[in-house]
């Protein structure tokens, strides 16, 4: 079996103001480092448009009709002083959802052994009944409810590396312990959650870092708080929020990670799941802000999922 990669020319036309920090380049950006020979292997589908049911797993009819009324016919419309919608902007978002649970099912009906989706907008902030942080839908949280609702999954892992704490992915599974949600992130920085003493049903983990925080200092925290808690857990299945933006180049933030943490942290995460999910994870692209950095922390996180098993 191959890595699946799932991609739709519509994430490049969700447009923000000029100076956004969440624009199309860094779409385009992947796209372009995933072209080359050495991914030739993968294999490549359309994302498909998810059906209301899936957006229904994680949020309510409330929030979905709320992004329809938003959504502009023309020019851009503030959801927040972060959070722009432009006429394609619903459209995008509801195909990066059915993205996530196309990769989902090719993984655990055995067509693939894992899977990458370069989508945007990114989730992890979406929280319920509130889109922010540049997040419309939360597709990550969305991914795992459609394996439990719609393959009989039982224990499903979110681990998300992104430099911003998931505060819509905690939310939305913070009284269910069939979902472990486990993450490292840069604190204090937006959103203002994600300290440690944030634990749920006893299945949130966080490990905050301080600014200016390493690769050795993400190691740590990944050794000695999330990997310990995903063997505890035994997930049947682990899907990872993908962000980029602890990279030492990324201008939001003040984590000094290189791509070389990246592809130790999925080879890390491949090797759990090798034990307890059969190998399976779908990875989901978040946050990354520089288009350097975000096309090389993509490009050895997904030769990393290639080489597994």
Sequence with gaps: MSTLLIHHPVFAEHLVPFGH????????????????????????????????????????????????HYSPSESMIRIDADTTMSPKTLEAALIAVGGACQ???????????????????????????RAMGFCFFNQAAIAARHAQRGHGVGRVAVVDWDVHHGNGTQAIFWDDPSVLY????????????????????????NAPLAPG?????????????IL?????????????????????????AQLE????????????????????????????LEGGYDLKALAASTAVHVEALMHAG
């Design 21 to 68: 920090p969440e624009r199309p380049e860094r779409i385009q950006a992947v796209e372009e480092a995933l072209a080359g020979d050495r991914f030739s292997a993968l294999v490549r589908e359309e994302a498909r448009m998810a059906d209301v049911e899936m957006i229904l797993l994680c949020h309510p009819q409330s929030h979905l009709d709320a992004m329809r």
């Design 103 to 129: 990769a989902v099912d090719a993984v655990l009906d055995g067509d693939a052994k894992n899977a990458f989706c370069a989508m945007r907008p990114p989730g992890h902030h979406a929280e319920p009944d």
């Design 182 to 205: 486990a993450s490292t992130h840069q604190m204090p920085l937006y959103p203002g959650t994600g300290a440690a003493s944030e634990r749920g049903a006893g299945n949130i983990v």
């Design 213 to 225: 925080a390493d690769g050795e200092d993400f190691r740590a925290a990944f050794d000695g708080s």
């Design 228 to 252: 310990p808690a995903l063997e505890r857990f035994a997930p049947e299945l682990v899907i990872i929020s993908a962000g980029f933006d602890a990279h030492s180049r990324d201008p939001l």
């Design 257 to 284: 990670l290189v791509e070389a943490d990246f592809a130790w942290a999925t080879d890390r995460l491949m090797d759990l799941a090798d034990r307890h999910a059969h190998g399976r994870i779908v990875s989901i």
